[in-house]
């Protein structure tokens, strides 16, 4: 089996393991390229801004996690257009499908990215560019491959132009469309050659050479070069499938109707699972993906050996159509469990109610197995997926169960997706996951949140209070938000809404959502009253966030409403996922986290920003009341009115969401190419740190991938801003102009300016 991964960063052993071997591959692959360009792959994939693209490394692995082949895709957030930089499966590899299997990766991506196509060099087949029929053939080989997707040379360019006159095979410019019917025009084409020549090539093409081959694009729309390897009357290109921005993929627990309870009144039924079917089959949202089979050592990564191994067995011997239920507890003597397995079922369970027999472990077993493979769906790409299964398993901890959950299924895959990315873990069931807040409770690479009923009211009743905030390395990442027996829909979503802000200030990679909906209006087990529409806010506001996520099933019980409130809730996921591609652009939906003291850092700003920023810009005590109100007010302008407003930021974040600095610019109206700077602030316990030069750079960078040219900085004259003058002729900026008493009698306006790129 091979599973294509997107490796988004270098933060865990596992990403470090796959970008050395990609690392591997290339050199080997490319005995020409320069090393440096190979050895700083981590620092693209850490700092977009400083290499003007978005890098996004591929790497296809086997079973064994060994990477099998590798590509480097660069996307151009101001022109929404993707690059291929390098693709290659490693040595003794090739012609076995994996190239092909990464280039239809990358062409999914490229169209979930909406790009207007996808761009590469490709070297020539044409005898006069590349006399040696031995290169030659394999250039042929790899143009004939590309042209099976429609991807040919854009014809009609001096793209091949050498930069050395004589050089030999001179690289086209590749372009593949996607499937698209029509190509780019004249003008579009042109800004993305300039964008690949001067951000890729700037230190070795002169600007005169960039220029003529600008200038050489001539044809509007761009053609492409005739087919030459295939018939078009006969052969069709191949299509992008869409897969990843299309359904969501469901992966359905079919082993959970043999886990059937009878007496006792059991209310996780499998009726529930049927009623969610029967709405989510009907929605158009969805796509069934069949279960994966995986190793129980991911169960046991999590959960003690000792409680795997006796549901394993005590399940095995109890009789057909009977049940064991706990009935005595070792409240006095933990340590020392019965050897009877009727009786150690109190040893392992939490409560009285949560039956063993023979059909438990198994679909215990596959519920894990449909939550993996959900994970797995998500690794590879898709925006989202859902495990539709039962039992349920938030309740179940490392060595125990409970709470009709054998094993924890969200907490076995955000475990697992750990090992590629930060992982959060949001809990909107009625009622608390105390399995997972144990099993994460000493983790800072897990955070959990969970909004549920307060423990004094609701099960499990022991766990769940507010100051349960994790222990050991774990401080702070866990957080418990308890809420009272009656809460209206309005409350539920102003708690979900601070939940989801402790969430971004984690930035995590990937999100686990544990989906209970016992919060809706007459579930037997709650006391709340979400409905439909209700539901589908929740979905919305979840979506929204942008992050891959993993939605595994758990309580929800009022069977009446559960399938139609399940598909609301996904309705509004779904929505909200496509608003966050409008909303981050091209931007990861994990924040770029890296640079100064682990700093989070972000271009967007929210609500909570006014305020923070005008408590920031009071601290420094630089600013007059009325300067830290202007600064107040145009976060506010931004908020209310986005890009519209005239105003940018580059925000950097304290890891526990306090605002470190800012800075804040803006396009000059009716001069192109020229932005102002109109605030760079920060706080004083991080004054001296280097955080002003970042924030600096980073703004800078992001106005040179807008087309910037000039930056204007205005500040005073006066002694109090000797440092400030200081600071920026440090960053080579000169003055330009200063205005004598312009802000008052004895204060000058000194107006710097910077050319940029530098």
């Not at 009144?265 to 995986?294: C, H, K, M, N």
């Not at 009285?352 to 077993?365: I, K, M, V, W």
């Not at 309740?395 to 907490?411: I, L, R, T």
């Not at 652009?585 to 700003?605: F, H, K, Q």
Request: aromatic fraction near 10%; hydrophobic fraction near 40%.
């Amino acid at each position: 089996m091979i599973r294509i991964r997107k490796v988004v960063d270098d933060r865990t052993p596992a990403n470090r393991t796959a970008i050395a071997e990609a690392q591997a591959i290339l050199k080997r692959q490319f005995p020409g390229m320069p090393a440096e360009d190979i050895d700083k792959l981590p620092a693209q994939l850490r700092d977009p801004l400083k290499y003007r693209f978005v890098s996004e490394l591929f790497v296809a692995e086997d079973a064994g996690d060994r990477v099998r082949g590798v590509a480097l895709l660069l996307s151009m957030p101001d022109l929404r257009f993707c690059y291929l930089e390098m693709i290659s499966a490693a040595p003794g590899k090739t012609g076995g499908g994996i190239g092909a299997a990464i280039y239809e990766r990358l062409r999914e991506e490229a169209v979930a990215l909406g790009s207007v196509g996808l761009f590469f060099e490709c070297l020539p087949d044409d005898p006069i560019l590349s006399p040696d029929p031995a290169v030659r053939g394999q250039n042929e080989a790899r143009l004939r491959f590309y042209e099976r997707y429609g991807a040919r040379p854009i014809a009609g360019t001096a793209y091949e132009t050498p930069l050395t006159p004589g050089n030999t095979d001179p690289p086209y410019l590749v372009f593949d469309g996607l499937g698209q019917e029509t190509f780019p025009g004249r003008e579009a084409v042109r800004a993305i050659v300039r964008a690949i020549l001067e951000r890729k090539y700037g230190d070795i093409c002169p600007p005169a050479y960039i220029d003529m081959v600008v200038r050489s694009i001539t044809d509007d729309p761009v053609r492409l070069r005739p087919l030459r390897y295939r018939r078009a009357a006969t052969e069709q290109p191949v299509r992008v499938p869409h897969t990843l921005a299309a359904a969501i993929p469901m992966i359905v627990n079919d082993a959970h109707e043999i886990h059937h309870v009878r007496e006792r009144g059991y209310v996780e039924a499998p009726v529930r699972v049927r009623t969610i079917l029967a709405e989510l089959d009907q929605s158009g949202l969805f796509r069934r993906i069949p279960r994966r089979r995986f190793s129980e050592r991911f169960i046991r990564a999590v959960h003690d050996g000792r409680l795997v191994d006796y549901l394993e067995k005590a399940c095995k011997n109890v009789p057909s159509g009977k049940s064991i239920y706990p009935y005595v507890f070792p409240i006095r003597n933990a340590a020392r469990p019965p050897t009877e397995r009727t009786v150690r079922a109190g040893y392992y369970c939490i409560d009285t109610f949560t039956p063993l027999n023979q059909e438990a472990f198994l679909a215990a077993r596959q519920a894990v197995d449909c939550a993996l493979t959900a994970a797995e769906q998500v690794l590879e790409g898709s925006p989202a997926a859902y495990a539709l299964v039962r039992p349920p398993g938030h309740h179940a901890e490392p060595k125990a169960f409970g709470g009709f959950c054998y094993f924890n299924n969200s907490a076995i895959a955000a475990h697992y997706l750990s090992r590629f990315g930060r992982v959060a873990v949001l809990d909107v069931d009625y009622h608390h996951g105390n399995g997972t807040q144990e099993i994460f409770y000493e983790r800072s690479d897990v955070l959990t949140v969970s909004l549920h009923g307060h423990p004094n009211v609701a099960y499990p009743y022991f766990s769940g209070f507010r100051d349960e905030m994790g222990r050991g390395r774990g401080a702070g990442f866990n957080v418990n938000i308890p809420l009272p027996e009656i809460v209206t829909p309005q409350e539920y979503r102003n708690v979900l809404r601070s939940a989801l802000k402790r969430i971004a200030r984690f930035a995590p990679v990937y999100l686990v959502l544990a989906l209970g909906l016992d919060t809706a209006k007459g579930d037997p087990t709650g006391t709340w009253s979400n409905r439909g529409d209700d539901f589908e806010t929740i979905g919305n506001m979840i979506g929204a966030e942008g992050y891959p996520t993993i939605v595994v099933q758990e309580g929800g019980y009022h069977v009446r409403t559960l399938g139609k409130n399940v598909r609301r809730f996904f309705s509004g996921l779904a929505t909200g996922l496509a608003q966050s591609k409008l909303r981050l652009g091209w931007r990861s939906p994990r924040e770029v986290a890296a640079g100064i003291d682990g700093l989070v850092w972000r271009e967007d700003v929210r609500a909570g920003d006014v305020e923070a920023v005008r408590a920031l810009a009071a601290a420094t005590a630089f600013f007059t009341t009325e300067e830290v109100t202007i600064a107040a007010e145009l976060v506010e302008e931004r908020v209310d009115r986005g890009l519209a407003s005239g105003y940018a930021f580059v925000v950097a974040e304290e890891a526990d969401g306090r605002l470190a600095g800012y800075a804040c610019y803006g396009s000059i109206a009716g001069a192109p190419g020229r932005f102002d700077l109109y605030w760079l602030v920060v706080r004083p316990a991080r004054q001296r740190s280097g955080l002003g030069r970042e924030l600096l750079r980073r703004t800078e960078a992001t106005v040179t991938a807008a087309g910037g040219q000039r930056m204007y900085v205005e500040t005073s004259g006066r002694d109090l801003y000797a440092p400030t003058r200081a600071f920026y002729r440090a960053c080579g900026y000169r003055k330009v102009a200063e205005l004598p008493d312009f802000f008052s009698e004895g204060d000058a306006k000194v107006i710097f300016a910077k050319e940029i790129p530098t």
